[in-house]
T-cell receptor, first 117, second 115 residues
Framework: EPEVTQTPSHQVTQMGQEVILRCVPISNHLYFYWYRQILGQKVEFLVSFYNNEISEKSEIFDDQFSVERPDGSNFTLKIRSTKLEDSAMYFC???????????????FGQGTRLTVV | AQSVTQLDSHVSVSEGTPVLLRCNYSSSYSPSLFWYVQHPNKGLQLLLKYTSAATLVKGINGFEAEFKKSETSFHLTKPSAHMSDAAEYFCVVSAQWFGNEKLTFGTGTRLTIIP
């Protein structure tokens, strides 16, 4: 069964450093997302990506964040200068479509736990 | 705009008894609704989904949910709880309208199973 793959599973970084979280979505999917979950809190939307551009982003997704789909298979989230409060589990997701029908669910990766020290 | 309210942050049931996890939604457009489960230190797994077909939806592991438009609800049920059901459950809404494809999560319900 196809799945969304995220690497690394755990990343520890020093405050102020840049990190890149990597995701390989399911190959025929069109919509891509990043979500995060701070420990003990709800799952928060960061950004959605379609047709090689950001389609929607949340208030969390400020200038420190960027996304890229550099080669048609990988989907990356970059945090330029990490802060302590960026420590969270980051989930990548992909969907084949978003309108009505039987195949519009999002498939989530296992997550990358980012720890900023 | 869309939102999800999970009415209980924590539910405890005894093994073998029914499970009810409550979810109410708000959406400006016809919604797609999902339940995801997250086991400790694991990712998010789809349990079931409603996408404007049958209002009673059956999912994996014996779970089912009923879409009730009049009540704007999508409660998750299971007739008999198993120890392996202990996890965090998220109700998720997505508007069925191109250009508004964001998934909005509820705050989650932690299900505890008492042996």
């Amino acid at each position: 069964e196809p799945e969304v793959t995220q690497t690394p599973s755990h990343q520890v970084t020093q405050m102020g450093q840049e990190v890149i979280l990597r995701c390989v979505p399911i190959s025929n999917h069109l919509y891509f997302y990043w979500y995060r979950q701070i420990l003990g809190q709800k799952v928060e939307f960061l950004v959605s990506f379609y047709n090689n551009e950001i389609s929607e982003k949340s208030e969390i997704f400020d200038d420190q964040f960027s996304v890229e789909r550099p080669d048609g298979s990988n989907f990356t989230l970059k945090i330029r200068s990490t802060k302590l409060e960026d420590s969270a589990m980051y989930f990548c997701a992909s969907r084949p479509r978003v309108t009505g029908g039987s195949d519009n669910e999002a498939f989530f990766g296992q997550g990358t736990r980012l720890t900023v020290v | 705009a869309q939102s999800v309210t999970q009415l209980d942050s924590h539910v405890s049931v005894s093994e073998g008894t029914p499970v009810l996890l409550r979810c109410n939604y708000s959406s400006s457009y016809s919604p797609s609704l999902f339940w995801y489960v997250q086991h400790p230190n694991k990712g998010l797994q789809l349990l079931l989904k409603y996408t404007s077909a049958a209002t009673l939806v059956k999912g994996i592991n014996g779970f089912e949910a009923e879409f009730k438009k009049s009540e704007t609800s999508f409660h998750l049920t299971k007739p008999s709880a198993h120890m392996s059901d202990a996890a965090e459950y998220f109700c998720v809404v997505s508007a069925q309208w191109f250009g508004n494809e964001k998934l909005t999560f509820g705050t989650g319900t932690r299900l505890t199973i008492i042996p």
